[in-house]
């Protein structure tokens, strides 16, 4: 059986913390590869720094992606992400607190497979996690990674 990996690019500690334990509420035992910022999401997705060596065709079965974030914000993130012949179709959900219409709007625009705003409530964010690896992790079919 094949290993699915989440990617979770997020700077907040605690969101980070919060959301290992809504998977493991859930028995979601998937490896959580966490990126603080977009330019460490962008090294794993591509092998380089101190991801180097890794298998770049083994890529993350979703990218969970806050849009707020140091260094490389998420959008500039996703917009890298769909530049690139590898990612390209990689399965990107954005898990941002924003409300705001135009990160809404600018998130699809680039490419967002999904857009979720990030429950305030842990029990409803604990719901809203297992629907994500419900439907990201056992019902869909993500694409064949294109060798180069």
């Keep these: 059986m ?16 919060l ?17 603080n910022d977009g330019i460490e999401a962008l090294d794993y997705l591509q092998a380089k720094g ?7 065709y083994d890529l993350p ?6 849009l707020k974030l ?4 998420g959008l500039e993130t996703l917009k890298r992400i769909r530049s690139n012949e590898i990612t390209k179709l990689l399965p990107v959900v954005v898990l941002t607190s924003s409300k705001e219409e135009q990160d809404i709007l600018s998130s699809y625009g680039l490419g967002a497979n999904s857009y979720m705003r990030k429950p305030v409530d842990f029990n409803k ?9 419900l439907y990201w992790l056992l019902l ?3 694409p064949p990674v294109k060798r180069m």
């Design 61 to 66: 079965t979703v990218v969970l992606l806050d």
């Design 140 to 142: 869909n079919e993500t």
């Design 50 to 56: 101190k991801h180097e060596g890794r298998d770049i």
């Design 2 to 17: 094949e290993k699915k990996i989440i990617l979770l690019v997020e700077d907040n500690p605690d969101d980070i913390v």
């Design 125 to 133: 964010f604990v719901d809203a996690v297992q629907n994500l690896g």
């Design 19 to 35: 959301t290992r334990r809504a998977l493991e509420k859930n028995n979601i035992t998937n490896e959580l590869v966490i990126a």
């Design 70 to 73: 140091p260094r490389m914000d």
